[in-house]
């Protein structure tokens, strides 16, 4: 007869468990040592007149303006185009044409650019908004890669959103004779829209986060002065931030963890604001 | 019957069109006005531009790379061992750049895939509801830190580390560049393999633990084997990412192609070779400007057939299970 | 014959409106179970789902390689019951056990007793089949050897093909071992999972209403199966059908909400019930 009683197995089970839950926990904690490492440098240098500041060759006195303003106005024109372009799409392939040849070789080409390298799109730019359309290195050419690159992002949030919105909701609008961009303008899109927002937001922190299609598409790493038009040369947190990192005066080295404090700073308020959007408006809704 | 089998093709295609028609009748029929036919076609229109993003990036890459193969032959591209581009003898190579790109991300998936693997059974597995909904997205957040960032922990903090421990360690090299990137990537496998885990139904473990069988003896012969299909596309996709990656390597790994596996010394990757020739003035036109959309070009192939694979294989575990 | 045996209890019930035990099927005389040893002795056994009870109090001893069934509606706890046997009620979170089972006199919920070992002598086949995916047949067989690190590479063909003819499956898998275990019909399947326990070599086989998932024909086939095995093994069998407990097992137990209702060798239960909840239930006024 088999015993039953105890058997070795135990103590290796457990064993495995704590590393498979080291596994987890190992590259969070590092990270966010390193995180604090960073700031403890950044805080060396982040003051209001670092804020302030443009680019110089003396370290002490080189400042992150014109790149965060740069990143600013990026990020907006960025909104700008992405953002009705990427619902639009959202909207035809939910409320329109949701099965179908048109439809699926659609879905296929957002799935495919979703996984396309940064620098593929900074290449993308060069060679169509730069020199194609003749945008020049302009804020524009910039906003319009960092668009495209985020479009997929846009795009697969929207319509997730979308789908949020119970069919019987649209029956209702179209059973009282409203047309279909009524209903969509009316009923469905309201009741996205939270969803759709912080889709964007997301994909925009996400835009601001980017350097190397910027650096295709030609980011001045020195600036004197603030962008002052669409078409005018243009510089960004990431770009100034690689910028710092590249010299070999170890000064450079905190200014550069001043703006890496900066940017995830960015990025986080608006990752913020995007999860706040999204809990204030689910309470809302029934 | 006369015709047997076109009836039944023949009915379900009049089925659709009537379905679709009833549909469009309540909504938009042809007599529908000018404004909601505008309207149906300027968001169409957005749908296309999704396409037409893809053939543009097709029509760029191939247009330069063509232009390339011009003044450069294939049999020097694929044959030669050195890429020189910028210098004045010039050689043209791809095998340095490839060499690097390999050697980074070969050490990043070294780095990822024990950890994310482990991850992935952990949450999976051992983690309960509670645990698993905070440390699943926190897992996700690394992936959300922007690639400068872990450029520059490469070379401030990892670097000096490394040289500590490795003597003859290069100021620029792989390894440093290769264990970062691999903690970036860490959440493409964990959370991707998590999913394809998860999916194995409880059915199959309770027959394990029936027979007598341990958790760890369920985990390994039996859950995993099961899941295998949509870890390995976990796996693809990480190695994709990595390939594409920019700044880590940029910033960390070096600007000197070298056909090498040495982790110690500098390489250049082929995303940084593209960012190294933009930062600089190269003018338009010239053998250096297209050389970096032919490395894009190779750079996209890469990428875009290991993203295939892996969509493959995702689908094929998701109907399996 | 068999099919012929199942329409015929069918027409018997709907014309006598009490259920018979069919003719003609070999059964152990109930006069000798009484004495048989006992295998599982169950004293005061409780079972909860976080603070919801589902199991008040079981007394019940099971006799050894006799098969025993447990009857009931749904919800009475009857898969909860056959659960605690093997220790699996306790793999969901929350839940919990109270009281004593003993196994050959040895409590089975004692401090020293690992589970994990426990299931190598009490083995357990499944409502719906569940072949392991990326196994083939052969490999199912022998999983639960390969698992337990018991298996001996020299005799594996060997232990594969007496498992597989303990179940009844041999001569319809011979040709095709290395096929997927998924490939099979449901009922072939579910013989697949009997075999695969099986070749563990348990004293105690559990059945959570194997053929519930199944058709007749494939239901037949492993009543018959439950028939051969008898000899060598315990087997404790929960169903919905009373037919089939009627048709299978030497003592039959019959839970409502929980608690055992009457517990007695089943043709005097089927005939003579001795409480009328149990008369009621075997007649069809509820459940």
């Given at each position: 007869m088999k015993q039953i009683g105890r058997r070795r197995g135990v103590v290796i089970e457990r064993l495995f468990v704590a590393l498979c839950l080291g596994a987890v926990i190992v590259p969070l904690g590092l990270v966010l040592v390193l995180l604090g490492n960073v700031l403890s440098d950044a805080a060396q240098r982040l003051d209001w007149a670092f804020l302030t500041s443009f680019p110089s060759?003396?370290?002490?006195?080189?400042?992150?303006?014109?790149?965060?303003?740069?990143?600013?106005?990026?990020?907006?024109?960025?909104?700008?185009?992405?953002?009705?372009?990427?619902?639009?799409?959202?909207?035809?392939?939910?409320e329109y044409e949701r099965r179908g040849r048109l439809a699926n070789l659609i879905e296929l080409n957002i799935a495919n650019l979703a996984g396309v390298p940064s620098v593929i799109y900074g290449l993308l730019g060069l060679g169509l908004f730069v020199r194609v359309a003749g945008m020049g290195r302009s804020l524009l050419s910039g906003a319009a890669t960092l668009a495209l690159l985020v479009l997929p992002i846009v795009i697969m949030a929207s319509r997730e959103a979308l789908r949020t919105v119970p069919l019987s909701l649209r029956e209702g609008s179209y059973a009282l004779g409203a047309t279909r961009w009524q209903t969509?303008?009316?009923?469905?899109?309201?009741?996205?829209?939270?969803?759709?927002?912080?889709?964007?937001?997301?994909?925009?922190s996400r835009a601001v986060g980017e350097t190397a299609p910027l650096i295709i598409v030609g980011a001045l790493t020195y600036v004197t002065l603030l962008p002052d038009g669409l078409g005018s040369p243009f510089t960004a947190l990431p770009i100034q931030i690689f910028n710092w990192v590249s010299r070999p005066q170890a000064e450079f080295l905190l200014n550069a963890a001043a703006g890496i404090?900066?940017?995830?700073?960015?990025?986080?308020?608006?990752?913020?604001t995007a999860i706040l959007l999204r809990n204030r408006y689910q309470k809302r809704t029934y | 019957m006369a015709e047997p089998r076109s009836t039944a093709k023949g009915t379900a295609a009049e089925a659709v069109a009537l379905i679709s028609n009833a549909a469009r009748a309540r909504t938009n029929g042809p007599s529908a006005p000018l404004?909601?036919?505008?309207?149906?076609?300027?968001?169409?229109?957005?749908?296309?531009?999704?396409?037409?993003?893809?053939?543009?990036?097709?029509?760029?890459?191939?247009?330069?790379?063509?232009?390339?193969?011009?003044?450069?032959?294939?049999?020097?591209?694929?044959?030669?061992?050195?890429?020189?581009?910028?210098?004045?003898?010039?050689?043209?190579?791809?095998?340095?750049?490839?060499?690097?790109?390999?050697?980074?991300?070969?050490?990043?998936?070294?780095?990822a895939l024990p950890f994310g693997l482990l991850a992935a059974i952990y949450l999976s597995e051992f983690a309960g509801q509670g645990v698993r909904r905070l440390l699943k997205p926190a897992l996700e957040m690394l992936a959300g830190i922007p690639t400068i960032v872990y450029g520059y922990f490469a070379l401030v903090f990892m670097t000096p580390i490394l040289q500590a421990v490795i003597p003859g360690l290069a100021g620029f090299n792989s390894l440093s560049a290769g264990m970062i990137m691999g903690i970036m990537v860490i959440p493409m496998i964990s959370s991707l393999a998590e999913d394809a885990l998860y999916a194995v139904p409880n059915s199959v473990r309770e027959g394990a633990y029936a027979l007598g069988a341990t958790r760890l003896s369920t985990i390994f012969r039996v859950v995993v084997p099961a899941a295998v299909s949509g870890i390995a596309a976990s796996v693809i996709l990480a190695v994709s990412r990595a390939i594409g990656e920019t700044m880590i390597v940029a910033i960390a790994a070096g600007q000197q192609p070298r056909l090498t596996l040495d982790p110690r010394v500098p390489?250049?990757?082929?995303?940084?070779?593209?960012?190294?020739?933009s930062m600089g003035d190269t003018p338009t036109g010239t053998l250096e400007y297209r050389s970096i959309f032919v490395v894009g070009a190779t750079l996209f192939v890469m990428t875009f057939t290991m993203n295939f694979v892996s969509q493959r294989l995702t689908r094929r575990y998701r109907s399996a299970v | 014959m068999v099919?012929?045996?199942?329409?015929?209890?069918?027409?018997?019930?709907?014309?006598?409106?009490?259920?018979?035990?069919?003719?003609g099927r070999l059964r152990e005389s109930s006069v000798n179970s009484d004495v048989a040893a006992t295998k599982f002795r169950v004293r005061r056994l409780a079972a909860w789902f976080g603070s919801q009870k589902v199991l008040h109090g079981l007394d019940l001893e099971i006799s050894n390689r006799r098969v025993t069934a447990i009857i009931g509606p749904s919800g009475c706890g009857k898969s909860t019951f056959i659960r605690c046997l093997n220790r699996m009620h306790e793999l969901v979170p929350s839940a919990r056990v109270g009281g004593e089972v003993r196994l050959d006199q040895e409590d089975i919920y004692g401090p020293d007793v690992d589970p994990v070992l426990l299931r190598r002598r009490v083995g357990?086949?499944?409502?719906?089949?569940?072949?392991?995916?990326?196994?083939?047949?052969?490999?199912?067989?022998?999983?639960?050897?390969?698992?337990?690190?018991?298996?001996?590479?020299?005799?594996?063909?060997?232990?594969?093909?007496?498992?597989?003819?303990?179940?009844?499956?041999?001569?319809?898998?011979?040709?095709?071992?290395?096929?997927?275990?998924?490939?099979?019909?449901?009922?072939?399947?579910?013989?697949?999972?009997?075999?695969?326990?099986?070749?563990?070599?348990?004293?105690?086989?559990?059945?959570?209403?194997?053929?519930?998932a199944l058709d007749p024909i494939a239901t037949a086939r492993i009543e018959d199966l439950i028939h051969s095995l008898r000899e060598r093994y315990t087997i404790v069998i929960v169903t919905h059908n009373m037919q089939q407990a009627a048709r299978v097992s030497d003592r039959t137990a019959f839970l409502l909400t929980g608690e055992l209702v009457e517990y007695a060798p089943t043709d005097r239960i089927f005939t003579a019930p001795a409480d009328k909840r149990t008369e009621d239930y075997i007649t069809g006024k509820f459940g």
């Open positions: 060759r003396k370290a002490a006195l080189a400042g992150v303006y014109p790149a965060f303003v740069g990143t600013l106005y990026l990020g907006f024109i960025t909104a700008g185009l992405a953002l009705p372009l990427g619902v639009g799409a959202a909207i035809y392939l939910e969509i303008r009316q009923v469905v899109l309201p009741m996205a829209l939270p969803g759709i927002l912080t889709g964007s937001i997301l994909a925009v404090v900066v940017l995830l700073g960015t990025m986080l308020a608006l990752n913020t | 404004r909601e036919r505008l309207i149906e076609v300027g968001l169409r229109g957005c749908g296309l531009l999704s396409i037409f993003t893809t053939a543009s990036i097709i029509l760029v890459l191939a247009i330069e790379t063509f232009a390339f193969f011009r003044e450069v032959t294939l049999a020097q591209f694929l044959f030669d061992t050195q890429w020189t581009p910028l210098f004045v003898d010039k050689h043209f190579g791809i095998w340095p750049l490839v060499s690097g790109t390999v050697l980074t991300t070969g050490i990043a998936i070294l780095v390489v250049e990757t082929m995303t940084a070779y593209i960012v190294q020739v | 099919t012929a045996g199942t329409s015929i209890e069918t027409e018997r019930r709907r014309m006598t409106g009490s259920p018979c035990p069919a003719p357990m086949v499944f409502q719906k089949p569940n072949p392991f995916p990326s196994m083939s047949i052969r490999d199912n067989v022998l999983a639960g050897l390969r698992l337990t690190h018991q298996l001996d590479r020299a005799s594996a063909d060997e232990t594969n093909e007496r498992a597989l003819r303990s179940a009844a499956l041999w001569d319809e898998v011979k040709d095709r071992l290395d096929e997927p275990g998924g490939g099979l019909s449901g009922g072939q399947q579910q013989r697949l999972c009997i075999a695969r326990a099986l070749a563990v070599e348990p004293d105690v086989l559990l059945m959570d209403e194997p053929c519930s």
